[in-house]
């Protein structure tokens, strides 16, 4: 069994000096932000700090799989979109003048389909064991994760996805988070219903919780993936569902008030 003390806080300035720079370019760019923003912003920061600096991505790394998935949860599909929440449209407008290119893949179908590559790519076994066999395709990996996840929640959030020029209304964005479950149901319950351990690393890794072997590990990172991810798409899609009934109520009470 591993020294999980040893383990329990990792230090790379990388991280530090990436995540500082990301902060200060958000600052400029989001001049016109609000405190809430500023604060959604300041979250989805803290979040990708706590995936990669503290045990999660020790533990993760060295033992669990499990722990592993929850890593790439946060930086894939809870930070993304904290950040976006901190944009308004105007600056969401800036930032695809800035980055040629962003316009076209935050589209509904190229943010969807680019995810899902992501998604699925990463966890066939020959890329997950390289990831973990190789400290700079690891980041690289990590660094997709956010910008996938970025893509994929622009189209859904209100401030970025005026940027669009196919514009989702809220049945359609409620349809888009559905879609994009599969991949993530896919990876799932593929982890939760095998019978063998699919990635070698873990198979030869010291076991960090007495009783956890490699393939109960394995679908715990499953169901984690699975859990994460509906939850999240859910209160996506809760608050999609009650803008919409709030607009529709809006729009059917003007006619009568105007009639009077």
């Given at each position: 069994?591993p020294?999980?003390?040893r383990?329990?806080?990792?230090?790379?300035?990388?991280?530090?000096?990436?995540?500082?720079?990301?902060?200060?370019?958000?600052?400029?760019?989001?001049?016109?932000?609000s405190?809430?923003?500023?604060?959604?912003?300041?979250?989805?920061?803290?979040?990708?700090?706590?995936?990669?600096?503290?045990?999660?991505?020790?533990?993760?790394?060295?033992?669990?799989?499990?722990?592993?998935?929850?890593?790439?949860?946060?930086?894939?599909?809870?930070?993304?979109?904290?950040?976006l929440?901190?944009?308004?449209?105007a600056?969401a407008?800036?930032?695809?003048?800035?980055?040629?290119?962003?316009?076209?893949?935050?589209?509904?179908?190229?943010?969807?389909?680019?995810?899902?590559?992501?998604?699925?790519?990463?966890?066939?076994?020959?890329?997950?064991?390289?990831?973990?066999?190789?400290?700079?395709?690891?980041?690289?990996?990590?660094?997709?994760?956010?910008?996938?996840?970025?893509?994929?929640?622009?189209?859904?959030?209100?401030?970025?996805?005026?940027?669009?020029?196919?514009?989702?209304?809220?049945?359609?964005?409620?349809?888009?988070?559905?879609?994009?479950?599969?991949?993530?149901?896919?990876?799932?319950?593929?982890?939760?219903?095998s019978?063998?351990?699919?990635?070698?690393?873990?198979?030869?890794?010291?076991?960090?919780?007495?009783?956890?072997?490699?393939?109960?590990?394995?679908?715990?990172?499953?169901?984690?993936?699975?859990?994460?991810?509906?939850?999240?798409?859910?209160?996506?899609?809760?608050?999609?569902?009650?803008?919409?009934?709030?607009?529709?109520?809006?729009?059917?009470?003007?006619?009568?008030?105007?009639?009077?």
């Open positions: 069994m020294d999980l003390a383990l329990a806080w990792p230090f790379d300035p990388t991280v530090y000096i990436g995540l500082a720079a990301f902060a200060v370019a958000y600052l400029w760019l989001a001049r016109d932000r405190r809430l923003q500023s604060a959604f912003f300041g979250l989805g920061v803290l979040v990708a700090w706590f995936a990669l600096e503290t045990p999660v991505d020790a533990i993760g790394d060295c033992c669990l799989q499990s722990v592993h998935m929850v890593q790439h949860i946060l930086l894939g599909l809870i930070a993304p979109p904290l950040w929440l901190g944009l308004t449209p600056s407008a800036r930032l695809t003048r800035l980055l040629p290119g962003l316009r076209t893949i935050t589209e509904p179908l190229p943010a969807q389909v680019i995810f899902a590559v992501l998604m699925l790519g990463w966890h066939l076994p020959v890329l997950y064991d390289a990831t973990l066999a190789s400290e700079p395709l690891h980041i690289v990996e990590h660094l997709t994760f956010m910008a996938g996840g970025t893509l994929f929640w622009w189209p859904v959030l209100i401030a970025t996805s005026t940027t669009a020029r196919w514009r989702l209304r809220e049945a359609g964005k409620l349809v888009y988070l559905v879609v994009g479950t599969l991949p993530q149901d896919t990876v799932s319950l593929i982890l939760i219903f019978h063998q351990p699919y990635y070698e690393h873990y198979v030869r890794a010291a076991r960090a919780i007495a009783g956890v072997d490699p393939l109960t590990d394995q679908t715990l990172a499953g169901i984690a993936l699975m859990a994460a991810g509906k939850i999240s798409f859910l209160v996506a899609g809760v608050k999609i569902f009650f803008d919409w009934m709030i607009r529709v109520r809006a729009e059917e009470a003007g006619p009568r008030l105007v009639g009077g």
